[in-house]
T-cell receptor, first 114, second 115 residues
């Protein structure tokens, strides 16, 4: 079984500032890792994913995340945020076996201030 | 592809009434998931189907909830009788085992309000 902890429930940041949303996971097996974004009144959209290979993964809208196996982390970063990045961000993990059910964190509300 | 399609987008019903939520997964996807999202509990997995067979329904809160997947292109989540505490956004998601690209594709959700 896996679990995900998103350390910050709310992150306010000014426009054009950098941001990091933190995610730590726990698992007894190798994992796949994901970040999803949810804009108001919409479904969840895949932002980026780590399946294998390079530990630095780039996603849509200028976001990137780094898989750190030793620290069991998968933090999401963006060097310069825009007002339109205001949304809720969910980190998720799944096992690599046949049961690839996603386990989601509790979410981080990113609010970009003008 | 039109993505995962959920209907209705919004549903308002009175306590005690039956509610049926519908989902059409992406063509070719063989796994389907129903989630519930509330402010208090976040995203909760209710039930998971693989090849139309329910694999894990441990998240279904009570006997009032039931889900079916009669074929690969359609699933329903039914609540009977509905209660105010069932008010939430219900999401359906699908994925493919054979052509696994990582993660799920989510529908836009059904916002259920039980008054």
């Amino acid at each position: 079984a896996q679990s995900v902890t998103q350390l910050d429930s709310q992150v306010p940041v000014f426009e054009e500032a950098p941001v990091e949303l933190r995610c730590n996971y726990s698992s007894s097996v190798s994992v796949y890792l994901f970040w999803y974004v949810q804009y108001p009144n919409q479904g969840l959209q895949l932002l980026l994913k780590y399946l294998s290979g390079s530990t630095l993964v780039k996603g849509i809208n200028g976001f990137e995340a780094e898989f750190n196996k030793s620290q069991t982390s998968f933090h999401l970063r963006k060097p310069s945020v825009h007002i339109s990045d205001t949304a809720e961000y969910f980190c998720a993990v799944s096992g690599r076996g046949s049961a690839r059910q996603l386990t989601f964190g509790s979410g981080t509300q990113l609010t970009v201030l003008p | 592809d039109a993505g995962v399609i959920q209907s209705p987008r919004h549903e308002v019903t009175e306590m005690g009434q039956e509610v049926t939520l519908r989902c059409k997964p992406i063509s070719g996807h063989n796994s389907l998931f129903w989630y519930r999202q509330t402010m208090m509990r976040g995203l909760e997995l209710l039930i998971y189907f693989n090849n139309n067979v329910p694999i894990d329904d441990s998240g279904m809160p009570e006997d009032r909830f039931s889900a079916k997947m009669p074929n690969a292109s359609f699933s329903t989540l039914k609540i009977q009788p509905s209660e105010p505490r069932d008010s939430a956004v219900y999401f359906c998601a699908s994925s493919s085992d054979r052509y696994y690209v990582g993660g799920y594709t989510f529908g836009s959700g059904t916002r259920l309000t039980v008054v």
